[in-house]
């Protein structure tokens, strides 16, 4: 299906662990960004890439990592989970010529 | 960098009426958008516009980008109204969102 999918939809953590959020779109979209949502917060930017093998930081970057080396995917890894880490993540996707962006569903995350 | 500020926080309608959202940013934007998030969390865009009116359906949006502020129109709502809708605003295709206005539709 076409689209942009996130998995997991739901993952839940231990302090201290590694985890990594997947992100596929399938419209070839030139950019691709990862939010985060927390009560009173918004949406906040944590990276953002505008092509394959460019990337950069966002507003909220310390602690995650992210990777493009396809066009169609951008993985966001946790290296070593926090518990300020839990919150709703968002991945989203652009064309960049100004037609707006497309998100996917979610990955809410638990640190415990 | 941008602030964006949103108003009001909160709005509660009775089904059919009509209702105004504001958003104010502190910079010159090229890039102004607004979604809608639906009670399931799914983030939907409604509007690609850093300036000028645009309409689909009952909703319409306006920016006035020399003024710095963009209004979102909700004429007949209805329950699926519902949800939070969020401004974002940027330089580019990097936004910057606010924090939202939370509206809820009554029958």
């Known amino acids: 299906d076409a689209g942009i999918t996130q998995s997991p939809r739901y993952k839940i953590t231990e302090t201290g662990r590694q985890v990594t959020l997947m992100c596929h779109q399938t419209?070839?979209?030139?950019?691709m960004f990862w939010y985060r949502q927390d009560l009173g917060h918004g949406l906040r930017l944590i990276y953002y890439?505008?092509?394959?093998?460019?990337?950069d930081k966002g507003e909220v970057p310390d602690g995650y990592v992210v990777s493009r080396s396809k066009t169609e995917n951008f993985p966001l890894t946790l290296e070593s989970a926090t518990r300020s880490q839990t919150s709703v993540y968002f991945c989203?996707?652009?064309?960049?010529?100004?037609?707006?962006?497309?998100f996917g569903s979610g990955t809410r995350l638990t640190v415990v | 960098g941008i602030q964006v500020e949103q108003s009001p926080p909160d709005l509660i309608l009775q089904e059919g009426a009509n209702s105004t959202l504001r958003c104010n940013f502190s910079?010159?934007?090229?890039?102004l958008q607004w979604f809608h998030q639906n009670p399931w969390g799914q983030l939907i865009n409604l509007f690609y516009?850093?300036?000028g009116t645009k309409q689909n359906g009952r909703l319409s949006a306006t920016t006035v980008a020399t003024e710095r502020y963009s209004l979102l129109y909700i004429s007949s709502s209805q329950t699926t109204d519902s949800g939070v809708y969020f401004c974002?605003?940027?330089?580019?295709?990097?936004?910057?969102f606010g924090a939202g206005t939370i509206l809820r539709v009554k029958s």
């Open positions: 989203a996707s652009s064309d960049g010529g100004g037609y707006g962006y497309t």
């Open positions: 419209w070839s979209h030139s950019y």
């Open positions: 890439s505008a092509a394959a093998d460019i990337t």
């Open positions: 910079d010159s934007v090229n890039n």
């Open positions: 516009i850093p300036s």
């Open positions: 974002a605003v940027g330089d580019g295709n990097k936004l910057v």
